[in-house]
């Protein structure tokens, strides 16, 4: 279908609100799925995130970007940023 509800959902975890698992969406982009976790909190890093696509076995560090897409299934973690 296309609302979405046949895909695996995703998860955001680490320096957000609200951290857990949601419900994909079609062009969903990792500033999206952070805004839908609640948003940032005050440790997060707002230049990196770490992606884990479904499927893989490691977290790669991006820059963050409202051009990375999120896929079903895939893992997001925001890091704690350094002071």
Do not use: C, H, W
Request: glycine share 10%; hydrophobic share 35%; aromatic share 14%.
């Amino acid at each position: 279908t296309i609302d979405g509800s046949s895909f695996r959902p995703f998860y955001v975890l680490g320096e957000v609100e609200k951290p857990g698992e949601f419900t994909y969406r079609n062009g969903l982009n990792v500033m999206s799925a952070v805004a839908v976790a609640g948003g940032y909190t005050f440790r997060a890093s707002k230049s990196k995130v770490l992606v884990q696509r479904a499927g893989e076995k490691s977290f790669t560090e991006y820059a963050l970007s409202p051009d990375i897409a999120i896929y079903p299934g895939d893992l997001i973690s925001v890091p704690e940023r350094y002071f």
